[in-house]
C-alpha cells in the first residue's frame, strides 16, 4: 500500500485543520452530557411544571439513561457521517485534488482506506470516549450498571458507525458533488432506519443492532447475527467497492 | 510495438465517451530530452490526451507508453517517471505552500528531510520562496501555477505533462516558467499544452496540433512552416496602397489581396499569389508603373498561428 502512512498522516491533520474532529467530538460529548443531566433532573423538571413525575412512573435507570444515549448515537450515525465524510472524496475529485494525488506514486487503495481509516477512528475514539463519559455521570448520579453489559452494549453500535462512515465513503466515490453524496447517504441510512421497525425484512437492516443493544443492557444475551452480519458485509463490499469505483473511474 | 527509447509513445489512443469521440487514433512518437507543444482549439482532445497518457483515464482504443511502460497499468513505475501540473491546480487549503510540497515530496517516498530539501529547492526555482510559508488558500491563480509546477517538479520525473501552464499567468510570470521549460530541456521531456502559440514557437522543438479529436500534423516547428509557407507578400508604401488592388486582384497569379493595418497601425498590402516568381517579379513593377514607392517588400512566413488556424479551419489570421 504505497503511500498509505503519507496519506493516513495527511487524513489525520486534515480532519484537526478542518476542525471536523472537534465537531465530532463535541456532537458525542453534547449527547454524553445531556442524557443523564435530563434523565437525573427531567422529575425536578416535572415538578417544577406542577406534574407529579410518580403519575407517569418516572424513575428512570442507569440502563435507561444509556439506552437513551445509544438512540442518540443512532441519530448521530445517520447525519453525522453523512455530512461530515461526504466531501473526504467528491470535493477532492471535484477540485482535481484526487488527480494530482493519483499521478503520483500512490495507490488507489491506499488513498481510500486512509480515509476510512481516519474517519472510522474520529467516530469509533469520539464515540467510546463519550459513551463512557456518559456511562460515568449515570453511575454516579442514577444508579449502578455492569461495564461488561455497558461496552457490550456499546459494540454494536460503534459496528453501526463504521457501517455508516463506509456507506458515506461509497457515496463520496459515486458522485463528484459532495451534496449529492451526503444527502443521498443521509436518505439511504434514514431509509434503513426506518426499514429496521418492519418485521422480518427489518431483522438485515444494520440499524436494527440497536434493539440488539438495547436487549444487552437489559441483560440479554442473544446475539443478534443477521444484522451483524448485514452490517460487517456492507462495509467491506462498500469500501471494496469504492476501490473498484476510483479504479474505473475517468478523473 | 512499443519502444523504451521514447519518452512518449502512443500507438492508436482513443477515447469515447459514450458516442462521443473525444480522441481518435492518436500515434505519437516523442524523443526523450525535448518539449513537444500541444497544439489545439477547446475541446479538441488535449486534456483527455493528457489524461490518457498520466494514467488517469483508460483508453478505449490503443495504448500509451511512457519508456515503454503502459500508462493504462497506472503502475508505481510509470507514475515515478511522470510529474503533473493540471490547468487548474487546486491545493488542500489549509497547507502552507511548503507543506504541501513536503507532502507530495513524502509521497514519491521521500524522508521528510529529503522532501524538504526538495521543497525549498522547487519553491526557488518557481519563485515562490517568500510565499513558502503561507496557506495555499491565499495564494492567487498565478501563485497556485507556479507551485502547480513545483509539485510537478518535486519527483524529478523524467517526462513533464504541463495543460497549459502559463495560461494564469502575468507576462513576468510566463516569462520565468518558460525559462524554467527551457533550464529543463535538458534533462527532461516536457509534453506541454498550450493555447498562446508564441511560447510554442519559444520552448518546443516539435508541434502537434489536434482538431476533434484527430492529429492533424505532428512535426518540428521550422519543417511545419516550411511545409505551409505560402505565396504570401507583405508590400507598405509611402501612401494608402488602396488604388493598386484592384489592379493587382486582376492579375492571374493572384489569388488573394487586400489591404490591411499592422501592430503598429501601418497601412499593408497584403498579396496571396499562385506563382511565387511572378508575383515577385510583378508586384515591384506594377507599384512603381502606378508611381507608388515602396518602403518595404518581403515574402510572409507563415506564424504558428497562422499554420494553426488554417489546419483548424479557423478563419485565417492574416488573410
Given amino acids: ?251 | 510495438m512499443q519502444r523504451t527509447d521514447l519518452a512518449i509513445q502512443t500507438i492508436g489512443l482513443g477515447k469515447n465517451f459514450g458516442a462521443f469521440t473525444a480522441l481518435k487514433d492518436l500515434n505519437l512518437q516523442i524523443e526523450p530530452n525535448s518539449v513537444y507543444g500541444f497544439l489545439g482549439p477547446n475541446g479538441s482532445g488535449k486534456t483527455t490526451t493528457i489524461k490518457l497518457l498520466i494514467g488517469l483515464s483508460q483508453p478505449s482504443t490503443g495504448h500509451s507508453y511512457i519508456y515503454g511502460v503502459d500508462s493504462a497499468d497506472r503502475s508505481l513505475q510509470t507514475r515515478r517517471l511522470i510529474g503533473y501540473l493540471p490547468d487548474v491546480p487546486a491545493f488542500h487549503k489549509y497547507m502552507t505552500g511548503l507543506q504541501y510540497l513536503v507532502l507530495c515530496g513524502e509521497l514519491f517516498g521521500f524522508s521528510y528531510d529529503d522532501a524538504q530539501k526538495r521543497a525549498y529547492e522547487q519553491l526557488e526555482r518557481t519563485g515562490l520562496n517568500d510565499a513558502a510559508n503561507r496557506k495555499t488558500g491565499g495564494y492567487s491563480r498565478g501563485m497556485k501555477q507556479r507551485l502547480g509546477l513545483a509539485a510537478a517538479l518535486i519527483g524529478d520525473p523524467k517526462v513533464l505533462f504541463l495543460d497549459e501552464p502559463v495560461s494564469a499567468l502575468d507576462p513576468n510570470g510566463r516569462l520565468a516558467v518558460l525559462e524554467i521549460i527551457q533550464d529543463l530541456r535538458e534533462s527532461k521531456t516536457i509534453f506541454l499544452s498550450t493555447h498562446i502559440l508564441s511560447d510554442v514557437e519559444r520552448v518546443c522543438d516539435k508541434v502537434g496540433i489536434i482538431s476533434e479529436g484527430n492529429l492533424i500534423v505532428s512535426q518540428s516547428v521550422n519543417d511545419l512552416k516550411k511545409q505551409y509557407a505560402q505565396n504570401r507578400f507583405l508590400l507598405r508604401f509611402d501612401q494608402d496602397p488602396t488604388p493598386l488592388l484592384a489592379q493587382i486582384q486582376g492579375q492571374p497569379w493572384c489569388v488573394e489581396a487586400h489591404v490591411g493595418k499592422n501592430e503598429e497601425e501601418v497601412l499593408t498590402l497584403l498579396v496571396h499569389a499562385a506563382d511565387e516568381t511572378k508575383a515577385k517579379n510583378e508586384l515591384p513593377q506594377i507599384a512603381t508603373q502606378r508611381g507608388f514607392t515602396l518602403t518595404r517588400y518581403e515574402i510572409v512566413q507563415p506564424s504558428l498561428e497562422d499554420i494553426f488556424m488554417q489546419l483548424t479551419g479557423a478563419k485565417n489570421a492574416r488573410f
Fill in chain 1, 1 to 251: 500500500m504505497q503511500g498509505f502512512k503519507i496519506l493516513f498522516k495527511k487524513e489525520v491533520w486534515e480532519s484537526w485543520a478542518t476542525n471536523k474532529i472537534f465537531i465530532i467530538a463535541g456532537i458525542f460529548l453534547f449527547f454524553s452530557i445531556l442524557t443523564p443531566f435530563i434523565m437525573q433532573y427531567m422529575g425536578d423538571f416535572l415538578e417544577m411544571s406542577g406534574i407529579d413525575p410518580s403519575e407517569f412512573g418516572w424513575e428512570p435507570t442507569a440502563a435507561d439513561t444509556i439506552i437513551s444515549f445509544l438512540d442518540y448515537i443512532i441519530l448521530v450515525a445517520i447525519f453525522a457521517p453523512a455530512f461530515l465524510v461526504m466531501g473526504v472524496v467528491a470535493k477532492e475529485l471535484s477540485d482535481g485534488i484526487t488527480a494530482t494525488t493519483l499521478v503520483k506514486p500512490v495507490g488507489r487503495l491506499a488513498y481510500i482506506l486512509s480515509k476510512y481509516l481516519v474517519y472510522l477512528s474520529v467516530f469509533i475514539i469520539t464515540a467510546t470516549i463519550s459513551a463512557f463519559i456518559c456511562y460515568f455521570y449515570t453511575v454516579a448520579a442514577i444508579g449502578d450498571l455492569d461495564i461488561v453489559d455497558f461496552v457490550a452494549s456499546l459494540l454494536p453500535m460503534l459496528l453501526l458507525l463504521a457501517f455508516c462512515v463506509a456507506l458515506t465513503l461509497l457515496f463520496s466515490t459515486i458522485f463528484k458533488s459532495q451534496m449529492a453524496a451526503g444527502g443521498t447517504s443521509a436518505g439511504v441510512m434514514f431509509a434503513l432506519y426506518i426499514i429496521s421497525f418492519i418485521p422480518f425484512i427489518g431483522e438485515i437492516s444494520p440499524f436494527r443492532m440497536s434493539t440488539w443493544s438495547h436487549s444487552i443492557i437489559q441483560g440479554s444475551q442473544e446475539v443478534s447475527v443477521l444484522p451483524l452480519i448485514t452490517a460487517v458485509v456492507c462495509l467491506f463490499v462498500f469500501i471494496a467497492y469504492s476501490i473498484s469505483l476510483l479504479k474505473k473511474k475517468e478523473i
